[in-house]
């Protein structure tokens, strides 16, 4: 008995349609099984990295009301928490910068030039921070508190374990590679009712990968760079808000490093 033609031309449709799909499924396989080891060992030195910066919370030195930083011949780590600044904040960390020597912490004297740098730079951005923080009012203050620092209040204060920061919501990271010589960043905001924003810069022997990203309650970025010259890397996340028309930073974390290893 001959099949009506309709029915037989929607069988060989279904055909058709099936082989297509299991071809779509095999490439897809196949794709998947290729994956790229480059991408794997930038991957694997992400993770490290992540894993690896949270131990080194424990460096971090409380130097003047809500600044904490880490300091070495080949790194610099700052973190700060705005809100928290006080008229002695300020005062403080200078007397802090002048009583370090960076030729003593380093013998190089190119390695010393630039960690001049970065603690120079530091110093401005906190400048700008003191000064968002100071145009506004004691009402103004007080929102900056109830609508924006109270919800990121961190609950785990483990003084023994790391520094007892009050907002824990900015991290960054940056240091060498692992698999071989290079450099590595990563930045993290996680602050809630905040505008956070990511930046992540590695360098290695004239050439740049970078990543940046931004978003209302989180942002993340990473970057790898293998070489065995001219290393260098830097991380920086922060959290800001808007209060009465201001822009206020009310956490920042940021990380530079120097070295290929």
Same mark, same amino acid.
């Given at each position: 008995?001959?099949?009506?033609? %309709? ?14 799909l299991v ?8 794709? !998947?099984? @290729? %994956? ?6 930038k ?20 130097? %003047?009301?809500?600044i904490?930083?880490? $300091? /070495? ?7 700060? *928490? ?5 008229? /002695?904040? !300020? ?10 020597? $960076?030729?003593e ?13 970065? !603690? ?17 009012? @004691? @009402?103004?203050? &007080? ?5 924006? $620092? &109270?919800?990121?209040?961190?609950? =785990? ?11 824990? +919501? ?15 960043? #990563?930045?993290?905001?996680?602050? *809630? ?14 050439? $740049?990968?970078? *990543? /940046? ?6 942002? #993340?970025?990473? @970057? ?6 001219? +290393? ?12 009465s ?7 920042? =974390? ?5 070295? +290929?290893?």
């Amino acid at each position: 008995m001959r099949k009506p033609k %309709a029915l037989a031309a929607l069988m060989l449709l279904a055909t058709g349609i099936s082989m297509l799909l299991v071809s779509c499924q095999s490439s897809k396989d196949l794709s !998947l099984g @290729a %994956a790229n080891p480059d991408d794997l060992a930038k991957e694997q030195e992400i993770q490290e990295m992540v894993a690896k910066s949270a131990t080194q919370d424990a460096r971090m030195q409380n130097v %003047a009301p809500a600044i904490w930083i880490d $300091v /070495r011949a080949d790194s610099v780590r700052i973190h700060t *928490e705005p809100p928290f600044f006080t008229d /002695r904040t !300020l005062p403080q960390f200078e007397d802090f910068l002048s009583t370090l020597n $960076v030729n003593e912490i380093t013998r190089d004297g190119h390695a010393a030039e630039w960690l001049q740098g970065q !603690l120079n730079n530091a110093l401005d951005n906190i400048k700008l921070e003191w000064e968002g923080i100071e145009r506004l009012s @004691a @009402a103004q203050k &007080q929102e900056l508190f109830d609508r924006y $620092v &109270q919800p990121n209040l961190s609950l =785990d204060q483990n003084a023994s374990v790391g520094p007892a920061y009050l907002l824990s +919501c900015t991290r960054a990271s940056a240091m060498s590679t692992t698999a071989g010589p290079g450099a590595k960043a #990563y930045a993290k905001g996680s602050c *809630e009712n905040a505008f956070n924003s990511s930046y992540a810069r590695a360098m290695a022997e004239g050439s $740049v990968d970078s *990543e /940046r990203d931004s978003g209302q309650n989180g942002s #993340y970025a990473a @970057a790898v760079k293998y070489g065995k010259w001219s +290393c260098s890397s830097y991380g920086s996340a922060s959290a800001s808000v808007t209060v009465s028309g201001f822009p206020v930073t009310i956490s920042s =974390d940021s990380a530079s490093h120097n070295g +290929c290893n």
